[in-house]
């Protein structure tokens, strides 16, 4: 069972590329659901309405004036994916090297491991998030991923009709209350949640239709390979399974994928099979040896040290974290 209440974990840290040039992520300060929860906490409570449990995060009406200074200076890496509404007001980061423009009544999806740095906003600036980590998503979806948040996509924006903002405001509102109650029921909120993402996929794919025939090849070779990862991850390991579905040599293939992401294909792979192995370490009673079976490893031992290798701790440890 999740524990809402559990302590807020340790981040992972990957390479991030950005046209040629090579950023580490290491290198770059990170802003943790930890330190999401110290900067609001900070804010005046009139202000703002937040909940941060280990790998999920809900906040409202916060004011970005109220921790504007926080982002100032140089970027940071958003390790965990985020999805904001701007209420009022307008704000200008840069996302990913890229100058962005966000004004009242948009909607913004920033993804995992999404490099931000801040340049301005209008004193008015006001807005509500949410933010979701990818074990979450995990156990919350599995692997029908809705496709605006199955990986393929870095970042997006889009601005919301009047009715659209006023439905996903009402979805919000019921997530964090439910996670306000004396006991907060886990399926509620996950079904609350979950109902807030697909949402917003249907919303997205309304308005994709717009900007596909604008993609390249490469992109739409990349949406497909992420596709094939959301539902083959964990039975699938190797990168030469998807190369073949879509009728690409490996290494062409694995050159898009970098190319398009800034993520190698195999690390695609490997980070939403981790991702699946945490929530049955931690939301499970499986056996060990179950779990490596399911997810389709040729021993425990194999399964133990490649755990190992991806996260530093092994499974039993993992568990019992």
Known sequence: MYDFHKKVGCIGKNDYLCGQNYLIMEELRHLSLERFKQMLDQSNPQQVQHYISQNFAVARHDRVASFQSQFEGE???MDEMRILIVLQGSVKPYVNLVERHFQAHDIVFLGPNTLVQFKDASQDARGMG????????????????????????????????????????H???MIYESVQLSSPNLQTTMMLISAFLWHIDGLWN????????????EQ???????????RYATSQHHINFYASQLCLSPRYMSAII???SGKAAKQWIDDALVARIKVALRHTD???????DEMNFPNNSFFNKYFKRLTGLTPGQYRST
């Open 75 to 77: 970027p940071i890496v």
């Open 130 to 169: 949410l933010s979701i980590s990818d074990e979450f998503l995990a156990m919350l979806i599995g692997n029908n991923i809705p496709h605006a948040f199955d990986g393929h996509l870095r970042d997006f924006h889009f601005t919301l009709q009047p009715h659209e903002e006023v439905f996903l405001e």
């Open 171 to 173: 979805l919000h509102q």
């Open 206 to 217: 309304s308005r994709k239709s717009d900007t596909r025939t604008a993609q390249s090849r």
């Open 220 to 230: 739409r070779v990349f949406a497909d390979f992420m596709q094939l990862v959301a």
């Open 258 to 260: 970098k190319k398009v």
């Open 286 to 292: 499986k056996q060990m040896a179950q779990i490596s």
